[in-house]
């Protein structure tokens, strides 16, 4: 299936590790210019695997609550890469605390989580939107989870960021409509990344040493109870639901959360 993304310039903020990184690379293969974005340094070996694919590319390391630094980027990518085309916004953080009930975290334990996943996502579309709109040409895809659809337990700030995504994400589709600019959201259920190992890591911190899953036999156990399908989605399964919804394609897909979960999350 040819998507046709050729030449177009993508965007993946969070680009450095887990969902974003394989992001990044699947943008290439599709023969799309990729900027690489994201605090953490190895941007520069995800620009290096992008540029393998003989793809213009450009990494940045920037925090996305900064948002003065962000807006500089999206002028460098302009300048550097061309018309952005495509934004992709995978950043996300847990707050590194089990919360089941949510009294054992502190409200001192929200803001960050916030700041980095809620206002990370509106300083991204605030930093790239205006030369897309100009263009009337382009899409958006936010990351949210499946966590902010079911009031999950596991960590209550990071569902409700999830949940504030998603909101964020249907005032985008219908504001970027008339200028021709879609907007979704990706619901992953549980994909090994680095981040799913730190869930597990505190979700499973209180239990006794002998009783402690490993990380295999937690998530096993874990999406086998709670989705249909009983499996681990890859981040190349990830990245090929993004490219999609980026592509022609989708041309009337907007506004949407679209999970891919294994059959966790189900709505009509
Ligand atoms: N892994 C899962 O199973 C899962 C499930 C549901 C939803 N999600 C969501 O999918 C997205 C991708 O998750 P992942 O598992 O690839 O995460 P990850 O932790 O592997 O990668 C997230 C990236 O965001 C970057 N980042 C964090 N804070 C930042 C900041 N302030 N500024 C710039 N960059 C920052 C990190 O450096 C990292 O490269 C996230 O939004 C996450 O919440 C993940």
């Known amino acids: 299936m040819n998507l046709e993304l050729t030449g177009q310039v993508a965007v993946i903020v969070g680009g450095a590790n887990g969902m974003g ?3 990044s690379k699947t943008f290439a293969e599709e023969g799309a210019h990729v900027a690489v974005i994201d605090r953490d340094a190895s941007v520069e070996d ?9 793809v213009r590319t450009l990494a940045e390391q920037v925090d996305v609550t900064d948002f003065e630094a962000l807006k500089e980027t999206a ?4 300048d550097e890469l061309g018309p952005v085309r495509h934004v992709v916004f ?4 847990d707050s590194g605390k089990g919360g089941f009930p949510f009294w054992n975290l502190e409200p001192s334990d929200w803001p960050l989580v916030h700041n980095v996943n809620v206002l990370g996502a509106v300083n991204t579309a605030h930093a790239f939107y205006a030369p897309m709109i100009a263009r009337r040409q382009g899409t958006f895809c936010f990351f949210s ?3 902010g659809q079911i009031g999950s337990q596991t960590d209550p700030p990071y569902s409700v960021s999830k949940a504030a995504v998603l909101s964020f994400m249907q005032i985008a589709a219908k504001d970027f409509a008339p200028y021709n600019i879609r907007a ?5 259920g549980m994909v090994d990344t680095p981040l799913q190992r730190r869930i ?3 979700s499973t911190a209180n239990l006794p040493e002998d009783e402690r899953p490993t990380y295999e036999e937690w998530y096993t156990e874990k999406i086998g109870r709670l989705a249909v399908l009983g499996e681990l989605t890859s981040p190349e399964e990830i990245a090929a639901t993004v490219v999609f919804l980026a592509s022609d394609l989708a041309r009337t897909v907007t506004g949407q ?3 891919v979960d294994s059959g966790w999350v189900m709505h009509w």
């Open 184 to 188: 979704n959201a990706i619901c992953p």
């Open 90 to 93: 995978t950043v996300g953080i």
């Open 46 to 54: 995800v620009a290096r695997e992008v540029a393998a694919h003989g």
């Open 200 to 202: 597990h890591k505190f």
């Open 257 to 259: 959360a679209v999970n």
């Open 145 to 147: 989870s499946v966590a």
């Open 75 to 78: 002028a460098r990518v302009e």
């Open 21 to 23: 990184r394989m992001i």
